[in-house]
């Protein structure tokens, strides 16, 4: 079984040995538990750019979801171990009542009749902005040395949505709740813990993504521990590898929903995570996520903290490491240039695209929307094949151009972006690339087929019969069962299957599941040469735009002179 406590819905699947899908449930909080008034699955918080989430809420959700595969026929008896994945907003903070009840499950009565409210000293927070926790941010980067070396040892520069500064602004926020916490988990061992009725220990990868995990050492770095909180050792769990067990399940759900006593419980991970555990053959693979949010994901057996973006623990290859890119500037605008030119008709827009030739005839916009990470830089930069980039007009550009090139435009210039940005880790792009697309707009093929030609590489889309992070959860869960009983196991059956084989690792182990990938586009024949001076200019837009933006501020906000002076 696979379970991914997401941020709108709680899902599952139960796979045979085969990896054939047999089972799956979903539970969406806003439908299904209308009493706790989420929307998109959060609650607003009482600060700007503050959510915050009810755990109790995600304590029903696994009750209800257990029934409604009970309900479907599913016989949980024959499941033998479980793997979960969870996404990364918020923290749980245990109290000494919560830790009790925990441990004192009873099947007398539902989980959330047992794990209320008292259990937590605080909701599950998070926020979105890092502005709000700017001072932590600076306050955990001054206690190692500066934010270079923050990077270096956690793989991350501390900001909004790591839990290290979240933990850091929960202290300072609420002083009184976190001396009554006991302890803190990730949304990940939550979830474990849950299935365990004990405290779970936090996975290297998901623990990745806290700036508190040394991630050459792994282990929790003490001088960032300090910094982030009093006593914030005594509130951790030692981190785990991903693929170590966590524990068997509880009594509860033995007697409740007739589980077998010793069903396997695998550490939980994050979803980005458990999305990579899905992919059979991760060589010479770029997982590009197209959503509001645009992400890439690269994994590496190289541990390079110098480069932009995060780095992580891989959760499958031992010693192995994964590079996380995310760009704020994605589907969203992609949606409102849609909405500006084609009046939101994704039909429309698409005819644009099939409309205007490969390269756009030279026409490139850049709309970073939003602050954007790699460069920092925002605002808007138009230019057409007549500007020269060492001209007064390359400064502001144009101010519009024909639909059909805004439409191209767009998508052009964040693939060369998002193209860029792989290119600069070292990675080479060549005819052995293979891209995979996932995420809301990976179903539109004219998106799919302008990524093909920038990165002059196939592009391939899963067509799994559920969530990839939900499937890579699962494949986890049936690789521990292979790992920790088929291979120690001296029946006449296992000795058969494996004779005196080897084990195998994770990656030989899942080439025996369904190939869920599905060629979507081929790069056109010589599109390189068309892209290549392209890209070229498009660098020189971004470092236009980035060096440009205290000048463009006075330009529009001060003296209409100083812009053309400076």
């Known amino acids: 079984m696979g379970i991914h406590l997401g941020i709108e819905k709680l899902e599952a699947v139960i796979l045979n040995s085969k990896f054939?899908?047999?089972?799956?449930?979903?539970?969406?909080?806003?439908?299904?538990?209308?009493?706790?008034?989420t929307q998109k699955g959060v609650n607003p918080g009482v600060d700007l750019d503050?959510?915050?989430?009810?755990?109790?809420?995600?304590?029903?959700?696994?009750?209800?979801?257990?029934?409604?595969?009970?309900?479907?026929?599913?016989?949980?008896?024959?499941?033998?171990?479980?793997?979960?994945?969870?996404?990364?907003?918020?923290?749980?903070?245990?109290?000494?009542?919560?830790?009790?009840?925990?441990?004192?499950?009873?099947?007398?009565?539902?989980?959330?009749?047992?794990?209320?409210?008292?259990?937590?000293?605080?909701r599950s927070l998070y926020w979105v902005n890092d502005d709000c926790i700017h001072t932590q941010c600076s306050a955990m980067d001054k206690a190692v040395g500066g934010a270079r070396k923050l990077k270096k040892i956690t793989g991350s520069h501390a900001f909004a949505g790591l839990t290290g500064p979240e933990?850091?602004?929960?202290?300072?926020?609420?002083?009184?709740?976190?001396?009554?916490?006991?302890?803190?988990?990730?949304?990940?061992?939550?979830?474990?813990?849950?299935?365990?009725?004990?405290?779970?220990?936090?996975d290297h990868s998901d623990g990745s993504l806290m700036n508190l995990l040394d991630i050459h050492e792994k282990e929790w770095s003490k001088v960032l521990l300090e910094a982030c909180a009093p006593e914030l050792a005594s509130r951790l769990m030692p981190p785990i590898a991903t693929n170590r067990l966590q524990g068997r399940i509880n009594k509860y759900y033995v007697t409740r929903w007739k589980f077998r006593s010793d069903c396997m419980i695998v550490a939980a991970t994050n979803s980005n995570s458990s999305l990579l555990a899905s992919i059979k053959d991760q060589e010479n693979v770029?997982?590009?996520?197209?959503?509001?949010?645009?992400?890439?994901?690269?994994?590496?057996?190289?541990?390079?903290?110098?480069?932009?973006?995060?780095?992580?623990?891989?959760?499958?290859?031992?010693?192995?490491?994964?590079?996380?890119?995310?760009?704020?500037?994605?589907g969203l605008v992609r949606e409102r240039i849609c909405q500006e030119v084609?009046?939101?008709?994704?039909?429309?827009?698409?005819?644009?695209?099939?409309?205007?030739p490969i390269g756009n005839e030279g026409n490139i916009a850049i709309h970073f929307d939003?602050?954007?990470?790699?460069?920092?830089?925002?605002?808007?930069?138009?230019?057409?094949?007549?500007?020269?980039?060492?001209?007064?007009?390359?400064?502001?550009?144009?101010?519009r151009f024909e639909p059909r090139?805004?439409?191209?435009?767009?998508?052009?210039?964040?693939?060369?972006?998002?193209?860029?940005?792989?290119?600069?880790?070292g990675l080479i792009i060549d005819s052995n690339t293979r891209i995979i697309a996932i995420g809301e707009h990976s179903s539109n093929s004219s998106i799919l087929q302008i990524v093909a030609d920038v990165f002059n590489a196939p592009v391939y889309r899963y067509e799994m019969p559920a969530d990839p992070r939900l499937m890579g959860a699962a494949y986890r869960a049936r690789y521990a069962f292979y790992e920790y009983r088929e291979v120690n196991c001296n029946c006449c059956k296992c000795k058969i299957r494996h004779g005196s084989q080897p084990q195998l690792s994770y990656s030989e182990?899942?080439?025996?599941?369904?190939?869920?990938?599905?060629?979507?586009?081929?790069?056109?024949?010589?599109?390189?040469?068309?892209?290549?001076?392209?890209?070229?200019?498009?660098?020189?837009?971004q470092r236009q735009l980035a060096a440009s933006k205290p000048i463009r501020e006075a330009r529009f906000e001060d003296d209409p002179n100083a812009f053309r002076q400076l």
């Open 167 to 202: 933990i850091r602004n929960v202290h300072v926020t609420y002083p009184d709740e976190y001396q009554r916490t006991v302890r803190i988990s990730l949304i990940s061992s939550f979830l474990a813990s849950l299935l365990t009725g004990t405290m779970a220990s936090i």
């Open 50 to 122: 503050q959510f915050e989430v009810n755990p109790v809420m995600y304590i029903k959700a696994l009750h209800i979801l257990f029934n409604c595969l009970v309900s479907q026929g599913a016989d949980l008896y024959k499941v033998a171990a479980i793997a979960g994945a969870a996404h990364h907003h918020g923290a749980i903070y245990w109290s000494l009542a919560g830790l009790r009840a925990l441990c004192g499950l009873s099947a007398l009565t539902s989980l959330h009749e047992q794990l209320t409210e008292k259990c937590f000293t605080l």
């Open 286 to 330: 770029i997982i590009l996520s197209l959503s509001q949010h645009d992400m890439i994901i690269l994994p590496t057996m190289e541990c390079n903290t110098e480069e932009e973006g995060q780095t992580m623990c891989h959760p499958t290859i031992p010693n192995a490491y994964m590079s996380l890119f995310r760009f704020p500037n994605g």
């Open 342 to 356: 084609a009046d939101g008709s994704w039909t429309q827009f698409d005819e644009m695209l099939a409309d205007t």
């Open 405 to 425: 090139f805004e439409a191209r435009a767009v998508i052009e210039a964040q693939m060369m972006h998002h193209c860029g940005i792989v290119v600069g880790t």
């Open 509 to 541: 182990f899942i080439q025996n599941s369904p190939d869920y990938l599905k060629l979507a586009c081929e790069p056109t024949p010589n599109c390189d040469k068309i892209y290549a001076p392209l890209k070229d200019r498009y660098a020189q837009m």
């Open 20 to 37: 054939e899908l047999i089972h799956n449930a979903v539970i969406r909080y806003d439908v299904d538990l209308p009493e706790y008034k």
């Open 370 to 399: 939003e602050m954007e990470l790699t460069p920092k830089a925002q605002g808007t930069l138009r230019w057409d094949s007549a500007i020269s980039e060492l001209a007064t007009e390359a400064l502001t550009g144009r101010q």
